[in-house]
């Protein structure tokens, strides 16, 4: 069992997947949850110590399981509520937690209640969506799925009137005005916490509630809502924790830790697209800004911080100059795009580099938050953009070199996915097998990074300061915590770049870099000089002079 401390999400390194793409075990060409059980000694030897679950409960998979029919049901071809159940021993009996997602926001439209609101308007049920007999409200709100959705409201002819949905018009928005729809949602939260998760990625936050004449997006109702659902569950399970999906500006993100009284994570969104740009234009300048513009979040609260994950490369919380140059160097090809987005995985938008990808990974793991690892970019798994919406992130897991990429022993036609399969990312060559076999591959090294991270707590929980240095191209940070001091230098550039600090406050220390164990110079009166390869970084931990 992973330790009882309700802070342990600060120093957790989390692993996203999707039980469907991960692993199949009885050769229906879907992934499921006996599959994910035997898949496990993989993730522990990783070093992954929380994992987080895509949607997996009863749903037509018309938003891949965001559109759900049952709460309480799991989808029959992943599995049982006992596979799970033995699914959540399993994980936890080797240490590792597990978050799931909980769906506040909508239903599928195949979801009982939504059967029942829309057949009369007399439904017991009825209250349980927004109607509007016009499809002029709520003008403000922005449409998020811009690709899909002209506007958000749907007309629905057996109820004679219009609903109102955020995403997917197959998706209506559940009216959060409605106490009993609060209360069954509370209800919903109370039925997976008993089977033992460990916590919650609570999906489309920030547009529970609507106003007229705002953009219906943050609301003081919503805040309200979370904290009153935070304190139910505190109050039972108090080391169980919520992980919030609010893509939003800074000053609109922050408002999710409340006063350590809401969220206890939050998807650090404003920081992601800033740290493509950085490498690209090999300039620090798009993550001090935004870092030093991020207000500081409670004690008892954590960034969770991502490169990649299911959905698009969001660029919404970007301004459209961003925006644009975002598209330029990352989506050159059309197909690539998808909404305000980007649909590539970790590895392509790299187009392959491995230094890139090393220093990107070092970014994330340093910075001061708890990682995300989206699976199969610990293989820099590709990605296949001619697939519709985001399911060119959402293939097959690659084990091996053999049929189906070792995901599944169904006949090829019958994946719920096809594998990856071009000359450059395909099964072939990128693999879990053939990483696992060969010392310098990216798995090897990226196991190595989460062990180095695992030895010191300052990752996950330190203080952190920028370094100033003359060069733009290197960003530099110290992060302390408690007696622990690690100096951690990147270079943003493709070239060689020199590096020089004032490290007075540190006179007469020692850098010892991670990896190696490597003492550098002593730390004297003048500037500290630094070169450091393409693309390349340190870590270091400063050890005090001995009688210091
Ligand atoms: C979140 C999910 C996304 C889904 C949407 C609607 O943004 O990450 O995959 O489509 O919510 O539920
Ligand atoms: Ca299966």
Redesign the pocket.
Known sequence: MPEKDPLWFKDAVIYELHVRAFYDSNGDGIGDFNGLIQKLDYLQDLGVNCLWLLPFYQSPLK?DG?DISDYKKILPSYGNMSDFRRFVKAAHSRGMRVLIEL?LN?TSDQHEWFKQARESKTSKRRDYYVWSERADRYQEARIIFLDTEKSNWAWDPAAQSHYWHR?FSH?PDLNFENPRVRKDMQEILEFWLKTGVDGFRL??VPYLFERDGTSCENLPETHAFLKELRAAMDAKYPDRIFLA?ANQWPADVRPYFGNGDECHMAFHFPLMPRIFMAIRKEDAAPVLDIVKKMPAIPDNCQWALFLRN??ELTLEMVTQEERDYMVREYAADAKAKLNLGIRRRLAPLMSGGRRAMELLNSLLFSMPGSPVIYYGDELGMGDNIYLGDRNGVRTPMQWSGDRNAGFSAADTAQLFLPVIEDPVYGYQSVNAEAQKRTPTSFFHWTRRLLAIRKQYQAFGRGTMEFLPCTNSKIIAYVRAYEKQVLLIVNNLSRYSQPAEFDLNAYKDYVPVELFGSVRFPTIGELPYFLTLGPHSFYWFRLEPPANG
């Open positions: 938003d965001y769906v909508h995403f998706q999906d489309a999906e299911h959905d």
